[in-house]
């Protein structure tokens, strides 16, 4: 498809939309609700574009490119229609951004400071105050909520769990669970993949940490918990994690379960193994490794002598590798000459 974008000429494949042409070709579109993951919704649609001969603006995530199509991203029009739907949405949200934990990661602060919008001009009664923070792990506050949909998408149709949806119509629309019950109430099973979608501060982790995206720097890790071994990237803040959010270019494709999501407090736990201990006189006390293996090597010779092979049994973790667990079998029937070997997973 030849496609002319803001006057120059660009050849794109039948069916791409207007968002990822522009997006192939480096021209940033703003969007609230648009992920690559999901059916396009064009709910927010901040992503219009001026499309010549086709009268109104059009939003570019749900349109396809078609040959000979003149489009314009940046157009005083499309400007002006961007401003207007932020000046709407900042009209009924909250100017807490001295206090928004988003404050640095919010899209919606971000294409304010872009277009130029510094307060709503509309007057009118804001969405009723509902604060949910039943769920242990995360809390929504409905009054940042700009009605995106994208957690609601996201626990649909990726997560697949359908623990919230929009109730209400018009004026009065909102995230909620069934029946108004609440998310402890809920079939949420706290995988936090709406919190990592959310562009804004309406659902965030509950996090004891105090800091500012800005101070964080990332590290990429795989998730230890099990054998999937989602890769995650770790908020770090000086020498503290103080949040998780999945990796979108992995296997995992920006999805965690709850586990790897909001479970990384035992790393800085102080009951932390960091080193081997041995029972010296009833007492469990740190060693070095040499020390460790040789203590362990001796009983083990001790016990085959006594009791035999059969004597052993191993119990391994979903979070080693494969790689260790392969050589803890190994170990164990080789070795040591048993099959009394099994894994955690099992359980
Ligand atoms: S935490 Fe997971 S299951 Fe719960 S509402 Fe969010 S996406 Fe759905
Ligand atoms: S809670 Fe966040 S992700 Fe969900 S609709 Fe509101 S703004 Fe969008
Ligand atoms: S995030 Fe969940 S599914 Fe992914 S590796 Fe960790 S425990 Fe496994």
Known sequence: MQVTINGKQYDFDKGTTVLKACSEIGLDIPTLCNDERLVPSGSCRLCQVEIEGWGKLHTACTTQVREGMVIHTH?????????????????????????????????????????????????????????????????????????????????????????????NRGF???????????????????????????????????????????????????????????????????????????????????????????SYNFLSHPDRLKKPMVRKDGVLVETGWDEALDVITSKMKEVKKEFGSDAFAGLTSARCTNEDNYMFQKLFRSTLGTNNVDHCARL
């Open 172 to 262: 009065d629309t909102q995230v909620a669970t069934p029946f108004g019950e609440g998310l402890e109430n809920s079939t949420c099973v706290s995988c936090g993949n709406c919190v990592s979608v959310c562009p804004v501060g309406a659902l965030e982790p509950k996090s004891k940490k105090k800091f500012r995206h800005w101070e964080t720097r990332t590290v990429r890790t795989t998730c230890s918990y099990c054998g999937v071994g989602c890769q995650m990237d770790l908020k770090i803040k000086g020498n503290e994690i103080v949040e998780v959010q999945p990796a979108f270019d992995a296997h995992n494709e920006g999805l965690l379960c709850v586990k790897g999501k909001f």
């Open 75 to 167: 157009s005083d029009r499309v400007i002006k229609a961007r401003q207007d739907l932020l000046d709407m949405l900042i009209s009924n949200h909250p100017l807490e951004c001295l206090t928004c934990e988003k404050s640095g990661a919010c899209k919606l602060q971000d294409y304010c400071y872009e277009y130029g919008i510094t307060e709503g001009t509309y007057r009118w009664e804001m969405s009723k105050p509902y604060f949910d923070d039943t769920n242990p792990f995360y809390t929504f506050d409905a009054r940042k909520c700009i009605l995106c949909g994208l957690c609601v998408r996201v626990c649909d149709e990726l997560q697949g769990t359908n623990a919230i949806g929009f109730e």
